[in-house]
């Protein structure tokens, strides 16, 4: 494995899905996944760049210029107003030029069935005239000062600034990038997507009853309902679990903060029970001891509780554990415990689909569970997720609130209770349809991308991949990361890795430390040792079914030689 000072291995453009384009202050949002906030771009349905031009033209033509005040030709427009599809560089002077129109095949995202061919876009250095390829870039995070990309947003749990070293823009100094996710979409996505836009039914329609079907059928259980994500469905399992005012739910703090979220949105209280170090999941031990503690009031239990809620009058109602990193947590005695004093589980298995304990499905040992079909996760809907459960009487309910509360005779427009649009689209079920149908084929090829990664990575000194589930446990790789040993400064590591064009996130920053839970409930440092450890150490790197490699040599290389250099021994 060797680094090239100029680029990566393989030197391809890869599509990246997520997040908005802000050139010099100006937002432009190329993809839907955007965070709220930026302004959307009035063209982006056109799904091309030929209306690049026009989106510029407003401007006067002194601002036709480079940075260096000389004027750019007829056909040129200055990269600091428009980018689509690209990654700004570190350097100032580059340009963006419209190259001859050329056909392109459905598998470089054209439209084949319509002979599209679209305008691609080039980058240009105009201290030499070097043009880089730009048609099939897109930025997974936001440019800010001196062309630098922020490192959080949307579906992220970044340390907050305040509490790391972290620079809050990561410098990405080359045109391309490798992203941290992106989906393998294949003909059959496109037939099935394309099916559902030529039929009348765009919401509440067969596609989404099929999907429905399909998956509950794979993973043996009675009932599966599909909803817009997989928040939305942890939110209506924690309803279904009669968590109201004050009653308590035992979680991880060492997870993506929705699994915490949910419980809040029903005025719930979190109780964190810390992760067992090794598989980084809910320990299993001390989670019985702790929903004992609670279901019982045994002496002591208030201390189990946040800060500022010891004087809540709540019961506990449910038992969320996580299964993190796509390796299932190791709940049967917990399940076991938590039926016997009647309290819910509830599975958060939106990193892990597919995965299995001791021959049962990830999801499938309580109540209910929650998937999740966000871009990086193992399949897709684009947003999208799912409930799966055994109980006739939850899953009705889960019919009912995610369409607004709308009774069981649909024809009658009643509703019984208060409910949500919690609807997921047609579009999204076909995607998700067509992905489902193939999982073992993606499951397969993400586990070929992990195993290259940690034969690559274990050499390194300081370098820990994600260990083997114990036995009697399967993972499905949902992310690839490392941890990091102490002598080690991620953040510079993160830094160093940017400047080679590769993404990477601090997966997770522990739920208690983030700002608004700290202050709400009074969380501090060393409230929960081990999540703490592991938020601290642990790094994602790029994760893709397809990712070449070229791509994970160049990744593994990069990651030896930011090791090496930042390490304190």
């Not at 800010?144 to 509490?163: E, I, K, V, Y």
């Not at 990405?172 to 099916?195: G, H, K, W």
């Not at 966000?374 to 309910?397: F, R, S, V």
């Not at 193939?438 to 990575?457: G, N, Q």
Request: proline residues 5%.
């Amino acid at each position: 494995m060797s680094l090239s000072a100029n680029g990566r291995a393989g030197r391809d453009m890869r599509e990246v899905s997520d997040d908005a384009v802000v050139i010099d202050g100006c937002p432009r949002v190329d993809d839907d996944a955007a965070s709220g906030g930026h302004t959307r771009r009035n063209d982006r349905a056109s799904a091309d760049d030929r209306s690049l031009p026009n989106d510029c033209a407003w401007r006067d033509a002194g601002s036709r210029m480079n940075r260096r005040g000389e004027p750019l030709s007829g056909g040129e427009q200055p990269l600091r107003h428009c980018a689509p599809r690209a990654i700004v560089a570190q350097r100032d002077d580059h340009r963006v030029m419209g190259d001859v129109p050329e056909r392109r095949n459905r598998s470089e995202h054209v439209d084949a069935e319509h002979g599209g061919s679209e305008k691609a876009w080039r980058i240009v250095d105009e201290s030499n005239g070097h043009c880089v390829g730009a048609r099939l870039m897109r930025a997974l995070q936001n440019v800010g000062d001196h062309g630098s990309l922020s490192s959080g947003t949307d579906d992220d749990d970044s340390p907050p600034a305040r509490n790391t070293r972290f620079s809050r823009h990561l410098r990405y100094r080359t045109a391309t990038v490798i992203p941290l996710s992106s989906p393998d979409i294949d003909e059959e996505d496109f037939r099935l997507v394309n099916d559902v836009l030529r039929s009348r039914y765009l919401a509440s329609g067969p596609m989404a009853e099929q999907f429905e079907k399909e998956v509950a059928g794979r993973f043996g259980a009675r009932h599966a309902v599909a909803v817009s994500s997989g928040t939305a469905a942890l939110h209506l399992a924690i309803i279904a679990a009669g968590v109201s005012d004050c009653d308590f739910v035992i979680t991880s703090p060492y997870s993506f903060v929705a699994s915490a979220n949910a419980i809040l949105y029903e005025r719930g209280i979190p109780v964190f029970v810390d992760i067992d170090p090794e598989t980084l999941t809910i320990h299993p031990q001390k989670t019985i001891e702790a929903l004992r503690d609670l279901a019982q009031w045994r002496s002591g239990w208030r201390g189990l509780l946040p800060r500022s809620a010891r004087n809540a009058s709540g019961v506990l109602r449910a038992v969320l554990p996580v299964h993190l990193f796509g390796c299932p947590a190791d709940i049967r005695e917990v399940v076991d415990a938590a039926r016997e004093a009647g309290i819910a589980v509830i599975e958060d298995a939106c990193e892990a689909i597919g995965a299995s304990s001791h021959g049962v499905y990830a999801g499938r040992w309580g109540d209910a569970a929650a998937l999740g079909f966000y871009p990086n996760k193992q399949i897709t809907t684009g947003e999208g997720g799912m409930l799966l459960t055994d109980h006739e009487g939850w899953a009705e309910l889960f019919r009912s609130l995610r369409n607004q509360g709308r009774s069981h005779d649909s024809e009658r427009l009643e509703y019984d209770r208060l409910g949500f649009n919690y609807r997921i689209d047609e579009m999204s079920a076909a995607l998700g349809l067509a992905q489902f149908r193939r999982i073992d084929e993606l499951l397969l090829k993400r586990k070929a991308v992990a195993d290259r990664y940690t034969a690559l990575l274990s050499r390194v000194d300081g370098v820990t991949p994600l260990l083997d589930p114990p036995a009697g446990r399967t993972r499905t790789w949902f992310l690839y990361a490392i941890r990091l040993a102490p002598e080690i400064d991620r953040d510079a590591v993160m830094r160093g890795l940017a400047t080679h064009g590769i993404m990477t996130r601090p997966y997770f920053w522990p739920i208690h430390l983030q700002p608004y839970y700290a202050k709400r409930f009074g969380f501090v440092e060393g409230d929960f040792p081990a999540a703490e450890a592991a938020g601290r150490a642990m790094l994602s790197l790029p994760m893709s079914p397809n990712l070449s490699d070229d791509e994970i040599e160049f990744v593994c290389a990069a990651v030896t030689e930011q090791v090496s250099a930042h390490a304190a021994w």
